[in-house]
């Protein structure tokens, strides 16, 4: 679910919509780049940050239900996520779901709060996120690119049809193209800071 679900940027209800697609576009690009900075989130670095844990779910009553909708996450240090069920029967399920996920973490239980030691990460965990994060933006790039290309496509389609001229189409494709190079140029942004972030001992 990495990749956000590829819509076209125009409303096709419109035979022949004003300046169709840069609000439309750029809207869809924004959502994509979102999409990738909640990936980057997800990536331990060497502090403790609460939202390490947004993708961790419980089976809380038979239903798999996100770890922030049962409890208040927070950092009490760098090196500490405390979680605070609001409801204490789900406290061992919570645990479990912790010990499971892909995170590595082993939760400390008192029977009221769990809290989980972030360790300080080694240089080669820190290498391995950074070809992580590299992933994620690599993936919110394909899917600006899929962006792009829906955008062009429905120009060239409405060149054919006679809704623009060619200079038209031209431009209107430049702008799409600008676009794609502005969202490119914020992940790469993204991307370099959260490397950063890793990297800081």
Same mark, same amino acid.
């Given at each position: 679910?990495?990749?956000?679900?590829?819509?076209?940027?125009?409303?096709?209800?419109?035979?022949?919509?004003?300046?169709?697609?840069?609000?439309?576009?750029?809207?869809?690009?924004?959502?994509?780049?979102?999409?990738?900075?909640?990936?980057?989130?997800?990536?331990?670095?060497?502090?403790?940050?609460?939202?390490?844990?947004?993708?961790?779910?419980?089976?809380?009553?038979?239903?798999?239900?996100?770890?922030?909708?049962?409890?208040?996450?927070?950092?009490?240090?760098?090196?500490?996520?405390?979680?605070?069920?609001?409801?204490?029967?789900?406290?061992?399920?919570?645990?479990?779901?912790?010990?499971?996920?892909?995170?590595?973490?082993?939760?400390?239980?008192?029977?009221?709060?769990?809290?989980?030691?972030?360790?300080? !990460?080694?240089?080669?965990?820190?290498?391995?996120?950074?070809? $992580? &994060?590299? /992933?994620? @933006?690599?993936?919110? %790039? =394909?899917?600006?690119?899929?962006?792009?290309?829906?955008?062009?496509?429905?120009?060239?389609?409405?060149?054919?049809?006679?809704?623009?001229?060619?200079?038209?189409?031209?431009?209107?494709?430049?702008?799409?193209?600008?676009? !794609?190079?502005?969202?490119?140029?914020?992940?790469?942004?993204? $991307? &370099?800071? /959260?490397? @950063?972030?890793?990297? %800081? =001992?």
């Amino acid at each position: 679910d990495r990749i956000p679900h590829r819509q076209s940027c125009l409303n096709p209800s419109e035979p022949n919509p004003p300046d169709m697609s840069t609000k439309d576009l750029e809207a869809s690009m924004r959502k994509s780049v979102e999409a990738t900075q909640r990936n980057f989130n997800t990536i331990r670095t060497g502090r403790a940050n609460s939202s390490l844990l947004d993708r961790v779910s419980v089976e809380y009553y038979g239903a798999e239900t996100p770890l922030k909708s049962l409890a208040t996450l927070s950092t009490p240090d760098s090196q500490t996520i405390q979680i605070q069920p609001f409801d204490l029967s789900a406290l061992a399920s919570i645990e479990k779901a912790i010990a499971m996920s892909e995170l590595g973490f082993t939760p400390n239980n008192d029977g009221k709060i769990i809290r989980i030691n972030v360790p300080p !990460l080694t240089e080669e965990r820190r290498k391995e996120f950074c070809k $992580l &994060a590299s /992933k994620y @933006a690599e993936e919110g %790039k =394909v899917a600006l690119r899929n962006l792009r290309r829906d955008a062009i496509d429905k120009i060239k389609k409405q060149e054919k049809e006679g809704d623009f001229s060619e200079d038209q189409s031209r431009d209107e494709q430049e702008s799409v193209q600008k676009t !794609l190079d502005k969202f490119i140029a914020e992940l790469e942004k993204h $991307l &370099a800071e /959260k490397e @950063a972030d890793i990297l %800081k =001992v």
